[in-house]
């Protein structure tokens, strides 16, 4: 289900409970931390080539990350060998502006940028999507070209809900044929950042769809 199908949920479930939002005020603290300048950078693009502001509630928040999730899918296209980025480029404003082509992990990270950058809460997470075999359903094989990464946020009364910004999503986790794949061509920020160190996940992966919550980062592996 489109993570902004969850609009409705949030619109008409129950009140939050106390307990709920001290965990939520937990997430705006940790879940939002992007390099200085960043922040700024990724709210102009994301206004300039989707026409996204940012979130005014945490009601909105699915509507966001759906919005947000579709404009990354857009602006780049899937390939398992984009080149190495150059030292010292934000790993996020790298992918978005200059190179245009990547694989879930440039996709993902890029989203969750782009999702704090606006105000909406979001972790970087790495797993493996795999389905069970017609007629088992106790067991399921589960290989290296699984691997994906994706994002998720908060929806309140739901918990943890899967964004995915990767076209195709875990269905391109397959190897290249070959040839070359034509990226985009760059494209420039009408109001950029000061410091674009790195928003590059930190050191927040794992093997399985469920996430630390010790701090907020968003670190890569060789994912799909």
């Not at 590059?200 to 992966?205: E, H």
């Not at 469920?210 to 701090?215: A, K």
Request: some cysteine; charged content about 15%; aromatic content about 8%.
């Amino acid at each position: 289900m489109p993570v902004s199908n969850y609009w409705y949920e949030v619109q008409t479930a129950s009140p939050v409970t106390d307990e709920e939002l001290e965990y939520i005020e937990f997430l705006q603290r940790t879940y939002l931390q992007l390099p200085e300048g960043t922040g700024d950078a990724l709210r102009a693009l994301a206004l300039q080539q989707g026409d996204i502001q940012p979130a005014q509630s945490m009601n909105e928040w699915p509507l966001v990350a759906s919005a947000v999730a579709s404009l990354v899918n857009n602006m780049a296209v899937y390939t398992r060998n984009p080149g190495a980025q150059p030292r010292g480029e934000d790993c996020a404003l790298y992918f978005l502006t200059h190179s245009r082509k990547g694989y879930c992990v440039h996709f993902a990270t890029a989203a969750t940028a782009m999702l704090r950058a606006l105000g909406v809460p979001a972790r970087y997470v790495e797993g493996y999507f795999s389905s069970l075999a017609a007629g088992n359903k106790t067991s399921a094989d589960v290989l290296s070209e699984n691997a994906h990464a994706w994002v998720e946020i908060w929806v309140p009364n739901l918990g943890w809900l899967p964004v995915e910004a990767t076209p195709g999503g875990a269905d391109v986790n397959q190897p290249e044929t070959g040839g070359q794949v034509s990226a985009p061509p760059p494209i420039s920020i009408s109001q950029s950042g000061s410091d674009t160190s790195s928003s590059q996940p930190q050191d927040d992966s794992s093997q399985s769809r469920s996430q630390s919550e010790e701090n907020g980062g968003t670190n890569s592996t060789n994912t799909g």
